[in-house]
């Protein structure tokens, strides 16, 4: 099991790539032959491959380095200043708080799941945290994301509110989509959510669309300050899926400011990505279409923001998408429904123990960053979020009859003439469900 | 916007003919020009001037970013999935403006899988609007609703029909010139029989309709226009008229659009048909590629339908004939 962070020293010159990967070979995965790193970010383990391969070999050398090196040259002096930390206090606490309130939500979601109060397909985030996080706390309001049915904690990150969340899962009026989207249909305009997809791949088009319409404005509309960014969220399964492709292709071509965040937890359900993948490295399908693939640890929320800062900052300045792959892992199966019985048990404790939350707790607590104190004030006060979330889902209603035929059309008027040769939403009785359709 | 065809006095005398390639043509230049944030996009739509032609000229006109030429990408999936779906998921927050235009149903000799008719698939499907042009009339008034239209919109033209000139007045010219969606049209009216017909088949019905004439049959043809919403209202009148129905349709019988027009027929006017609702449509084949077969794929069922309404000659009182 090899995972290196990476940190990009300056803007990336196009066809950067990163030079570690995870396992040389098609074999599953055995973590008990690699080290495990054991702490955050601090950490001077860098894990090596445990054999050489041909198909590692380093064509391009770019310079990389391990955030931890830069992290452990300099000593923290203080309790309070540390300007050679990766983050202040402020943005840790900040960061520590997204996370507690995804994994929170997410063990709610598993209880009201199997409390029958939720249906359907739920997908869990456990374990995934420091992608989201990592990702989405550096975005401004208007940058859009784009997620698959995995969605739930993006759409926390970006700052949907959990009762919102909450209530859309009940099915209740009340949800960010008024109960018609559910679980796998997050979207907010507010926020600039904008799904939330079932369909593998579904949603990279849509934010390749979405990082269009961002250079569309600035440049045919003229709306020179308009420097949203996109980014598109997916797993290691939809990598081998040709929308991705030809997004990596168009976003590369017209130069789109949009991230490919692959969130690579090694497992499409039941299969496993080295099964499924001629190639497993999935970073390397950056250059093949023009533009940097970086790979990062993703149980590190730290190295993540790092690699993030970058591509983002990259992306909004015109430079071009950018695909990250993010190594990281799901604590629970890949729905509810999922018995989750083909995974080694070893490999899940490998990864239990490089839980992010744990990590960046450690990191703040050695780093004099926050106290246990502070970090359970926050934990304490996400509870109380998220119980107040359930109490307002519960107690909200669910959605009137007439809800059924609205928002089908933006106007409306697509249902057609009524027998009486008007408009049929013209007709009062039409959206309480009692006209003819 | 919709369906407020902005009235002006068509002068007359000067009566223009226009194809319906000019008539697509015209309708994209004037949406462009009037709103900086439609734009097209697709596979060979700039340098090429269109697969077909349809956007000569505006490359040179509106520039690099406002026709895009796109590499090659393609994929139902996401006008059923995503366009089609996002404003109800997303409960009104995420609309889709989105005009999806191209050929639709057999040209000439392009085999199986360039000729199949789209519309009943597309019909099918709630959150989309449908549309299916005819007459140079159709296809500007259409795509400008279309394109003016919040939320997505199939338009399905026909390759054949791009060459065809019809004449055009001067309300139609008009930039402003729109139709209401979800309104058929009544090309021909009549009293002995009711024909429903969408895109190239309006042409064959209206031909047939002459050709009733001469044996004293007054045929009413109705040209859909839309196929969603589909004009229940208009085809159940005219069915009240005229007592029979006859759907026409290029694609598959199967699950056609013709079978929901029967449906609704006998849903909502039960009574007042004399006579079964006969379907003609495309045989439930692919499409072959041999030109006498491609010639008869259409007529197949007609044929059959002529002996078939032969046989009732005595009910339906109708002989009909296409080709």
Known sequence: ?437 | MLGIVRGRVARGGVNASMTVRDALNSALDEEMSADPKVFVMGEEVGEYQGAYKISKGLLEKYGPERVVDTPITEAIDHIINSAAKSNYMSAGQISVPIVFRGPNGAAAGVGAQHSQCYAAWFGACPGLKVLAPYSSEDARGLLKAAIRDPDPVVFLENELLYGESFPVSAEVLDSSFCLPIGKAKIEREGKDVTITAFSKMVGYALKAAEILAKEGISAEVINLRSIRPLDRSSINASVRKTNRLITVEEGFPQHGVGAEICACVVEESFEYLDAPVERIAGADVPMPYAANLEREWPSHRVQHSFVYTNVKVERSKITFLLF
Not at chain 1, 27 to 34: G, I, Q
């Open chain 1, 1 to 437: 099991m090899t995972a290196a962070a990476t940190k990009i020293i300056q803007p990336l010159p196009l066809n950067f790539t990163n030079t570690t990967a995870r396992s040389p070979d098609k074999a599953l995965f055995h973590p008990l032959k690699t080290t495990p790193s054991s702490s955050f970010p601090a950490s001077t383990h860098k894990l090596r491959l445990t054999k050489p391969n041909s198909t590692l070999a380093r064509r391009r050398s770019t310079a990389v380095f391990a955030v931890s090196d830069v992290v452990q040259e300099k000593k923290p002096k203080s309790n309070t200043f540390h300007p050679n930390l990766l983050i202040t206090k402020e943005e840790g606490l900040e960061l520590y708080e997204d996370m507690i309130l995804g994994r929170s939500f997410e063990d709610m979601c598993a209880q009201m799941y199997y409390r029958g109060k939720m249906f359907g397909f739920v997908h869990l985030y456990n374990g995934q945290e420091a992608v989201s996080t990592g990702f989405i706390k550096l975005l401004k309001n208007e940058d859009c994301i784009v997620s698959t049915y995995r969605d739930h904690v993006h759409a926390l990150s970006k700052g949907v509110p959990a009762r919102a969340v909450m209530s859309e899962l009940f099915g209740k009026t009340t949800g960010c989509c008024r109960g018609q989207g559910g679980s796998m249909h997050m979207f907010s305009k507010e926020h600039n959510v904008l799904g939330g997809f079932a369909f593998i791949g579904e949603g990279i088009p849509v934010a390749t669309g979405a990082a269009f319409t961002s250079k569309y404005r600035r440049e045919v509309l003229k709306e020179g300050d308009c420097d949203h960014v996109t980014l598109a969220f997916f797993g290691d399964g939809t990598c081998n899926n040709g929308q991705f492709f030809e997004c990596l292709n168009m976003a590369a071509l017209w130069k789109l400011p949009i991230v490919f965040v692959v969130e690579n937890n090694l497992w499409a359900i039941g299969m496993s990505h080295l099964r499924a993948t001629s190639d497993p490295e999935i970073w390397k399908k950056g250059p093949a279409f023009g533009m940097p693939g970086v790979h990062v640890d993703g149980m590190d929320v730290l190295k993540v923001r790092e690699v993030a800062k970058e591509a983002i900052s990259r992306a909004r300045r015109g430079e071009g998408p950018t695909l990250v792959e993010c190594e990281t892992y799901r604590f629970r199966g890949h729905s509810l429904a999922d018995p989750d019985e083909l995974r080694d048990p070893s490999e899940k404790a490998h990864y239990a123990a490089r839980d992010p939350i744990t990590a960046l707790k450690k990191y703040m607590v050695e780093n004099n960053l926050a106290s246990e104190a502070e970090l359970k004030a926050i934990e304490k006060k996400i509870d109380e979020v998220v119980e107040e979330a359930v109490e307002f889902a519960d107690s909200s209603p669910h959605p009137g009859r007439s809800q059924l035929l609205e928002n089908v059309f933006a106007d409306p008027r697509g249902f057609g003439i009524g027998p009486d040769g008007k408009y049929r939403c013209e007709d009062p009785k039409f959206t309480e469900g009692t006209a003819h359709v």
